[in-house]
């Protein structure tokens, strides 16, 4: 199975910061990587699919970047409703595998 | 509005069996793959079974294969998840989600999901 390795594991920022949130993956698999945020009591959302392809929808402070084994969801400017737990999720083969989350919560 | 509506969680003794149930609406059914993912009570996301869009293929991981079964009825549009044996570790909030694009070229990520039922596998 492949491994999705998410760091940090929990980041605290302040509104108006840039965070950085990377996954990394066992094995080289290419750009089959999405990023879904989840807030609290609710399903996630997805953000980010093909590494780098914003959702419809979804503010353009979110990108994200990477191939091959290392993937990174960036969100410049920091926004109130942005505090939440982030997951990759690679989709190259089944099994499909999710990163263990990161939580961005308020500083 | 593209809907995912989960049914069927509730409380069940280990060794038990539950059948979940996801009511679709708002999409043309049969052109998406359909997927289950469980949380854990303040736990990551794990993925738990897909079906495809026809539902002539099915996957499953390897900590429910031969315990859960994943199905599909067109006629009402629903996708079902049918879990024998239940364990302890099976405890969860249980999410359909759809496959984000028809095309079966394009990645295994989801969008929509439901809103979960909770699955309490307890004595």
């Known amino acids: 199975d492949i491994q999705m390795t998410q760091s940090p594991s929990s980041v605290s920022a302040s509104v108006g910061d840039r965070v950085a949130i990377t996954c990394r993956a066992s094995?080289?698999?290419?750009?089959?990587v999405a990023w879904y945020q989840q807030k609290p009591g609710k399903a996630p959302k997805l953000l980010i699919s093909a590494a780098s392809t914003l959702q419809s929808g979804v503010p353009s402070r979110f990108s994200g970047s990477g191939s091959g084994t290392d993937f990174t969801l960036t969100i410049t400017s920091l926004q109130p409703e942005d505090f939440a737990t982030y997951f990759c999720?690679?989709?190259?083969?089944?099994?499909?595998?999710f990163g263990g989350g990161t939580k961005v919560e308020i500083k | 509005e593209v809907q995912l509506l989960e049914s069927g969680g509730g409380l069940v003794q280990p060794g038990g069996s539950l059948r979940l149930s996801c009511a679709a609406s708002?999409?043309?059914?049969?052109?998406?793959?359909l997927t289950w993912v469980r949380q854990a009570p303040g736990k990551g996301l794990e993925w738990v079974a897909l079906i495809s869009s026809a539902g002539g293929t099915t996957y499953y991981a390897d900590s429910v294969k031969g315990r859960f079964a994943i199905s599909r009825d067109t006629s009402d549009n629903t996708v079902y998840l049918q879990m024998n044996s239940l364990r302890a570790e099976d405890t969860a909030t249980y999410y359909c989600?759809?496959?984000?694009?028809?095309?079966?070229?394009?990645?295994?990520?989801?969008?929509?999901w439901g809103q979960g039922t909770l699955v309490i596998v307890s004595s």
């Open positions: 094995q080289a698999i290419s750009t089959w």
């Open positions: 708002g999409f043309t059914f049969g052109n998406y793959a």
């Open positions: 989600a759809r496959r984000a694009t028809p095309t079966a070229t394009t990645g295994n990520w989801f969008d929509p």
């Open positions: 999720q690679q989709a190259y083969k089944f099994p499909l595998t």
